[in-house]
């Protein structure tokens, strides 16, 4: 099973930020936290990644709070490319049995 | 830098049959990992193979096997296909740093008839 848990659907306004968060109440010290997403028939793609410190690239900002239980993507500007499944995976390394959840469906409305 | 390349993108199978996909990774990218994804079971982990060893396995059963070249380039392989194994076959590829991130290919759409 999944170690994260997210919900299955959110809506965000084209130009607002959208924040998608993510439990993970069970994360052992030396796991990460990563974020990918799926366009419809597309591979996954990489976001970003983190261990405990709050992480920003161009893409996207992780918050991860300081217990570590819970986490935010941040898509400071949401357009109507964003529109996708985001997905959040706990792992300690990105390739050992990598476990999906079912995800995100984030809408982005015009 | 080119991406990860999966063949055939497109594949109609009938049960029974067994089918050969192809992944060939990012250069310099020595793990490989495969995945099938279902509207009803989502993206599911099949195997990893790094250095042409297979390091991890999913819960599949053994009809689903897999092989990696001394160029890292990986097949996998289903056997005596059923209905229930048409799926968006994804292969993910890694450079072999643990924290990096993987690189997902288009995937192959496997339809069994």
């Known amino acids: 099973d999944a170690k994260t848990t997210q919900p299955p659907s959110m809506d965000c306004a084209e130009g607002r930020a959208a924040n998608l968060p993510c439990n993970h109440s069970?994360?052992?010290?030396?796991?990460?936290v990563y974020w990918y997403r799926q366009i419809h028939s597309q591979g996954p793609q990489y976001i970003i990644h983190g261990l405990k410190n709050n992480e920003t690239n161009e893409m996207a900002s992780l918050i991860i709070t300081e217990d570590r239980k819970s986490s935010t993507l941040i898509l400071p500007h949401a357009t109507l490319r964003d529109t996708a499944v985001y997905y959040c995976i706990v792992t300690e390394t990105s390739y050992d049995k990598v476990i999906f959840g079912p995800g995100t469906s984030l809408s982005v409305i015009p | 830098k080119a991406g990860v390349t999966q063949t055939p993108r497109y594949l109609i199978k009938t049960r029974g049959q067994q089918v050969t996909l192809s992944c060939s990774p990012i250069?310099?990218?020595?793990?490989v990992s495969w995945y099938q994804q279902t509207p009803g079971q989502g993206l599911q982990f099949l195997f990893e193979y790094f250095s042409e060893t297979q390091r991890n396995k999913g819960n599949f059963p053994g009809r689903f096997s897999g092989r990696q070249f001394s160029n890292s380039r990986s097949e996998m392989n289903v056997s005596t296909l059923e209905l229930g194994d048409s799926a968006l076959y994804l292969c993910a590829t890694h450079p072999g740093l643990s924290a990096a991130e993987q690189f997902f290919g288009p995937g192959t759409r496997l339809t069994v008839l």
């Open positions: 069970t994360i052992s010290g030396n796991e990460y």
């Open positions: 250069s310099g990218h020595r793990s």
